[in-house]
């Protein structure tokens, strides 16, 4: 139908009426959309009875889940939490008055303790019970995280910029540390694998992170990166560390320079000499040569001693450091 068909064709004054009385909504297009045909089309979708099937992974029935993390309180859509983690699962369905996952009752001659030994936290109050009566009753209470370590996990679960997570070392860190807690078992590969590059200089942050958050696989990297590396341990990196580990790396580093000593041909003939005047029983007659390279087997012999020296005050220093409290 052209143009001159639509200006010659005529139009009943009922149709005229019916037009005119019906109000009509501009689309985006220029097209115009009745709202009867909205409707009829909400109401078909939102109907209970339809029969549309409900998308598996992508149909959400929960709303937002109100949670208070150290002194600050979060807002935010509950499949997010749970979609990822076992760990909120059960702890968003619990009802009120049951202990959350990880904690225990220890009955002491004091009365009851509730003890989580995964966080390190002991508490005389029954946990998760609202501190303030500001708080509505369907708040969460959760522990063993920072405000901060909490909004670093939700960069991860809800980012502003879908094109890069631009977070640093130090809440990686954070996302490792609450991924592994609460069980986001996702989360916590991403945040491994941003960190082994993060770390690649920094072996006692990996090693700690490591014996931390049970990223095995890290563990002996981190302590051949120690033993290689050229400065020993300090007394504050040692204080940071298990006494194992520490130990651990002292060996390695003594069996380092041991083989080095070794593979030094003028310690080896310096060794060599030594084996054929006992041999011998034959007192040495040493040039000026083996004079100075005895004077080297000394100073590293020297050296020997006081790296054992240091190992042991390392031992002494963490034993009052672990027990001298207590």
């Not at 069996?255 to 041999?279: H, I, S, Y």
């Not at 390392?314 to 207590?326: P, Q």
Request: aromatic share 8%; net charge neutral.
């Amino acid at each position: 139908m052209d143009s001159s068909q639509l200006h010659d064709r005529q139009v009943s004054p009922e149709a005229v009426d019916r037009t005119s009385s019906s109000p009509t909504h501009q689309i985006m297009d220029g097209a115009s959309v009745h709202p009867s045909s909205v409707l009829s089309s909400f109401s078909y979708y939102a109907g209970e009875d339809s029969r549309i099937p409900k998308h598996h992974a992508y149909y959400f029935e929960e709303g937002m889940v109100r949670l208070l993390v150290g002194d600050v309180l979060f807002n935010v859509p509950r499949h997010i939490l749970t979609f990822h983690s076992s760990w909120f699962c059960e702890r968003l369905l619990q009802p009120k008055r049951t202990l959350p996952p990880g904690w225990t009752k220890c009955t002491t001659s004091r009365g009851d303790v509730f003890v989580n030994h995964q966080l390190g936290l002991v508490d005389a109050n029954f946990p998760g019970l609202l501190p303030s009566n500001d708080l509505k009753e369907d708040t969460f209470c959760i522990y063993g995280a920072s405000a901060r370590e909490f909004e670093a996990l939700l960069a991860v679960l809800m980012p502003i910029d879908y094109s890069s997570r631009n977070l640093t070392k130090e809440q990686w860190i954070a996302v490792l540390k609450l991924s592994t807690i609460w069980r986001f078992r996702s989360v916590r590969n991403l945040s491994i694998q941003h960190l082994k590059h993060a770390l690649g200089d920094a072996p006692l942050e990996r090693l700690l992170a490591a014996r931390a958050y049970d990223v095995h696989r890290w563990v002996d990297g981190a302590i051949q990166d120690l033993v290689s590396r050229d400065e020993p341990l300090t007394t504050n990196e040692a204080a940071q560390l298990s006494v194992t580990d520490v130990v651990r790396i002292h060996q390695l580093r003594e069996t380092r320079v041991l083989k080095d000593l070794g593979n030094d041909p003028l310690f080896a003939k310096v060794m060599e000499n030594r084996k054929r005047r006992e041999l011998t029983n034959s007192k040495p007659v040493l040039d000026s040569a083996q004079q100075a390279l005895s004077l080297k087997v000394g100073i590293l012999a020297v050296l020997l001693f006081i790296t054992m020296m240091e190992l042991g005050f390392l031992v002494v220093a963490l034993y009052i450091y672990m027990f001298g409290h207590k």
